[in-house]
């Protein structure tokens, strides 16, 4: 009995060894991929990020960069050196300097673009939006079709996973963001909010109750560099409505 006991932990002994070195070598190959991961990749890009508003960037080739907020970009270590790419998600204003032998390359999620020198402002998600081209580039979609480009003044291109094209980019109040200014003349009240939404994330609703008339009334009004609030309660004014905070936006009515 003692030498079948004495036996049995022996093996057991053996087991837990065993169980163990493949533990540590795990371990060691955890460590090891970690390591390699952040030589190779985490410590070679630098990382961009508009997180308390909009950044203003200038790169060491002197292209400026305007990146609205909530927006990212990432770019390497040899930005400059070997090549000028940066990827982007979100939107930003770009004026890119000249260099005839590192041409100026920006990877979203629908294209890559290329620009020897340029201004664009570009919005890249799941799809690439060029909007206010000033210049010419060149790009290579996800399909691999590869397009020469120029806009003119109020166009736009757009580029998904299916198709690219050209339309006109029907307002001017697009740069929002950049310029702190919103101007409509002669809008309905229903093209004002819409805008509003789009542009400035002001959440703004008309109450059903709103009579189609007053939906379409022409209004005429512009914003410069004011809150939220304030650009509401203007609006209010001007159009005769009044404003209920509701879920981190506003449903406007009329005053009756």
């Known amino acids: 009995m003692c030498l079948d006991k004495i036996g049995s932990m022996q093996e057991q002994l053996n087991n837990n060894s065993k169980k163990n070195i493949r533990i540590r070598i795990a371990l060691l190959i955890i460590v090891a991929l970690l390591a390699i991961w952040k030589v190779f990749f985490k410590t ?106 120029s806009i003119a003044d109020g166009e736009k291109i757009t580029v998904t996973s299916q198709r690219t094209f050209k339309e006109l980019n029907r307002s001017d109040n697009y740069l929002f963001w950049k310029t702190g200014e919103m101007v409509f003349i002669s809008k309905p009240l229903e093209t004002v909010i819409a805008e509003m939404n789009l542009y400035a994330d002001a959440r703004l609703s008309l109450n059903n109750k709103v009579s189609d008339n007053l939906r379409q009334t022409i209004v005429n009004i512009s914003f410069r560099n004011q809150s939220l609030d304030d650009m509401v309660k203007e609006l209010c004014t001007v159009a005769g409505l009044k404003s209920v905070k509701k879920d981190g936006g506003w449903v406007l009515k009329g005053k009756k």
């Not at 100026?104 to 201004?119: D, K, P, R």
């Not at 919005?123 to 397009?147: A, C, P, Q, R, Y």
């Open 44 to 149: 070679n890009n630098i990382i961009i990020e508009a997180n308390n508003g909009n950044l203003d960037t200038t790169f060491s080739d002197h292209s400026h960069i305007l990146l609205k907020k909530g927006s990212v970009l990432t770019l390497t270590k040899d930005f400059n050196k070997s090549d000028r790419t940066i990827s982007l998600f979100g939107e930003a204003f770009c004026e890119v300097s000249a260099n005839d032998k590192l041409p100026f390359i920006v990877e979203g999620g629908a294209a890559q673009l290329t620009a020897e020198t340029a201004t664009f402002d570009l919005k890249s998600d799941s799809t690439f939006i060029i909007i206010n081209l000033k210049g010419k580039v060149h790009l290579v979609t996800k399909n691999k079709e590869k397009l020469s480009l």
